[in-house]
C-alpha cells in the first residue's frame, strides 16, 4: 500500500512538472510573439519613444478587451461545432445573437479606441496602425502556412 501512495505521488508531481513546463513553453512562445508584434508596429509606425510610452498602454488595453471578445466568439464557435447535430432552433438563435452582439460590441470598442489613439498619436499615423496591424496577420499567417516561425520549422522534427 505504501508503493501504491509513492506511484501516485510520484505521477502527481509528474504530471503538474509536465503540466507547468507546458504552460511556461506557451507563456515563452506568447511573450516572443507580443515581442515581435511591438517591434513590428513599432518599426512600422515609426513611433518616438515618446509616443511609444504612451500609445503601447493604451494599445494593450485595447488588444486585451478585443481580444477577450474573440475568445468569446471562438467559444461560442467551438459550442457550435460540438453542438451541431443536436442544436435546437432556439439554442441556434441565441448563438446567432450572441456572435452579432459580440461583433457590435468589438465595433464599439474599435470606435472607442479610435478616439484614445487620435489623442495621443496624429491621425495619419492612427490610419496606418490599421494597415499595419493587417500587415502583421498576413504575414505571422504567411509564415504559419509556410510552417515557419522566427525561422524554425513548426511541426517537421
Sequence with gaps: MNQIKHILFFLM???T???V???SDIDEK???FQSRKIAFITEKLKLTPKEAEVFWPVYN??????QALNNKRLEAGRNYQQNQNTITEKEASELADLIISLQKKEALLAEEYNTKFKAILPAT???KLYQVELQFKRELLKKLKEGTVAGKRVGKD
Design 13 to 15: 508531481v509528474s504530471f
Design 17 to 19: 512538472y509536465i503540466s
Design 21 to 23: 513546463s507546458a504552460q
Design 30 to 32: 506568447l511573450e516572443k
Design 61 to 66: 488595453e485595447f488588444d486585451n478587451k478585443r
Design 125 to 127: 499615423k492612427v490610419v
